[in-house]
């Protein structure tokens, strides 16, 4: 993952990637961490190579389907390279779009033998979610969609108010992302700084605890993602927190020295 192809996975680095031990390709769009989203055109790319590599299978993590901004679209391997069906498992559930991430319902399409392989699983192991959170995803997953449009134009306002309040810091450089309600700032300027107790702030990780400390914010170390040095922040609260929390997080990297 590299901030320099929009944290995309490129058609060239999946094609140097790929090993005869390779056996899924994970696709996550828009993404957590990053907000990154795949163009039609990226996914299209993408399946090229695995044209070439028919062993390898593809899971894509649609989970953030409904959360794109202005003109951004989302798309998904499935209709983008359905010649692909027979190994693409399209994953997807409540927990975002309906901020309904307590009821625990997620579901999957894909290949009959993968999807009864999967059941036998489950059916061994947690059994099934609870008949009344399914009976509330089929409610919401059917119901009136209109509420939608409010909520995005509320995410991407908010998008824009933490990108902008993030960037009055001289130290941090945030990208706008497309899609989810992340971003992914990268905070390499700050490693080998120290904090006014003259602690050191060797990796993200420390970052991360000195803005939980110093400026009660919770953001998530990049480490955590196997992609350093990073932070992530999101943007799934309230106005008024966001505004603070931005202003303190700024205030406390102007301490650093
Ligand atoms: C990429 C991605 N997939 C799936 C999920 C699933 O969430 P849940 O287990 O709440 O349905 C999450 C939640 O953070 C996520 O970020």
Redesign the pocket.
């Known amino acids: 993952m590299r901030s320099g192809d929009g944290f995309k996975l490129t058609a060239a680095a999946l094609e140097e990637a790929v090993s005869s031990d390779t056996k899924w390709l994970l696709l ?1 769009s828009p ?2 961490p990053t907000g990154a989203v795949y163009s039609p055109v990226e996914l299209a790319e993408l399946a090229e190579v695995l044209r070439r590599h028919p062993s390898v299978l593809v899971l894509s ?1 649609d ?2 389907e409904k959360l794109v901004y202005g003109a951004v679209e989302f798309a998904t391997m499935a209709s983008v390279a359905p010649d692909l069906a027979d190994r693409t498992l399209t ?1 997807n ?4 779009t309906y901020a309904m ?1 307590g009821w ?3 579901y999957g399409a894909g290949p009959a033998d993968l999807i009864a392989a999967m059941n036998t699983i489950q059916s061994q192991t947690t059994s099934h979610t609870s008949s009344i959170s399914q009976h509330a995803a089929v409610a919401a997953l059917s119901g009136e969609q209109g509420f939608l449009e409010e909520i995005i134009a509320t995410y991407d306002y908010r998008r824009h108010l933490v990108v902008g309040a993030l960037n009055e810091s001289k130290f941090l450089n945030v990208i706008l992302p497309d899609g ?1 309600f992340y971003l992914y700032v990268d905070c390499s300027e700050l490693i080998g700084s120290s904090t006014p107790q003259g602690q050191p702030i060797a990796s993200d990780v420390d970052l991360a605890s000195y803005l939980l400390e110093h400026a009660s914010v919770a953001v998530v170390p990049g480490t955590g993602f196997l992609a350093s040095a990073f932070f992530r922040i999101s943007y799934a609260a309230a106005t008024d927190d966001l505004e603070r929390g931005c202003a303190q997080i700024v205030d406390s990297l102007n301490q650093l020295t």
């Open positions: 996550n993404s957590n993590d989970i953030y994953v559930g409540v927990s975002k991430t625990r319902v997620g989810a």
